[in-house]
C-alpha cells in the first residue's frame, strides 16, 4: 500500500524559515512528479511547488525566491524549504506524487495527509 508521509510543519514567526519533508512509502514502481499544495482556510487548494523526476521545478509566483523545492530520488522524497515566511503563507501544506504502483499501468496521484504551517506576525 503507497503512502505519503509529510512533516516538518509548524509555528513560526514572520521572517523565519521552516522545512517539510514528504516520502513516498510502500510497493512502488516510478515516481513522476513530486510537488506540494497548499490549501488556506476559505480558500481552494493551489499549487506551491513542483519539481518532476529530472528536476525540472516550477513555482507558485508568490513563493518563487523564497521558497525551494528538492527531491532525493533514491529516497522517494521530497523537500520544501521555505524562508521569509510570510502571515500569508499560513496554510496546511499537502504533498503530492505521481507514481505509479507496483503492478499498474499507469501514473496515480496520491496525496499526504496535510502539514500545518501557521506565521505569526
Known amino acids: 500500500q503507497v503512502q505519503l508521509v509529510e512533516s516538518g510543519g509548524g509555528l513560526v514567526q514572520a521572517g523565519g524559515s521552516l522545512r517539510l519533508s514528504c516520502a513516498a512509502s510502500?510497493?512502488?514502481?516510478?515516481?513522476?512528479?513530486m510537488g506540494w499544495y497548499r490549501q488556506a482556510p476559505g480558500k481552494q487548494r493551489a499549487l506551491v511547488a513542483t519539481?518532476?523526476?529530472?528536476?525540472?521545478?516550477n513555482y507558485a509566483d508568490s513563493v518563487k525566491g523564497r521558497f525551494t523545492i528538492s527531491r532525493d530520488t533514491a529516497r522517494n522524497t521530497v523537500f520544501l524549504q521555505m524562508n521569509s515566511l510570510k502571515p500569508e503563507d499560513t496554510a496546511v501544506y499537502y504533498c503530492?506524487?505521481?507514481?505509479?504502483?507496483?503492478?499498474?499501468?499507469?501514473?496515480?496521484?496520491?496525496w499526504g495527509q496535510g502539514t500545518q504551517v501557521t506565521v505569526s506576525s
Open positions: 503530492n506524487a505521481d507514481l505509479k504502483p507496483v503492478g499498474s499501468l499507469y501514473f496515480i496521484a496520491y
Open positions: 510502500g510497493s512502488i514502481s516510478s515516481i513522476d512528479a
Open positions: 519539481i518532476t523526476s529530472g528536476g525540472t521545478t
